[in-house]
């Protein structure tokens, strides 16, 4: 079985993520800033040494300033 950092739609869901960053107009320290976090935190997440779970992306959508749904409506695509 693929470990679940490496699957199609993980790997869609970190691009999602950083560009969701990048559109908001942050660098990720910045980002790891309004998260209280150092930037390697940032940095594991969008590279997939670390897996984000829900209440993360939360926390990440919110200080981005961006809907979660956002992401979660783009990655639904995959699935139809």
């Known amino acids: ?3 679940s950092l490496y699957t199609d739609e993980y790997i869609y869901f970190r691009q999602l993520l950083r560009r969701a960053r990048e559109t908001a107009g942050l660098t990720q320290t910045e980002l790891a800033r309004r998260l209280n976090k150092p930037q390697s ?3 594991k997440n969008e590279s997939g ?3 984000v779970d829900v209440t993360e992306y939360l926390d990440i959508m919110y200080a981005l300033g961006k809907d979660p749904h956002e992401i979660v409506d783009e990655l639904r695509k995959m699935y139809k």
């Open 1 to 3: 079985m693929t470990k």
């Open 41 to 43: 935190y940032v940095y």
């Open 49 to 51: 040494e670390r897996r």
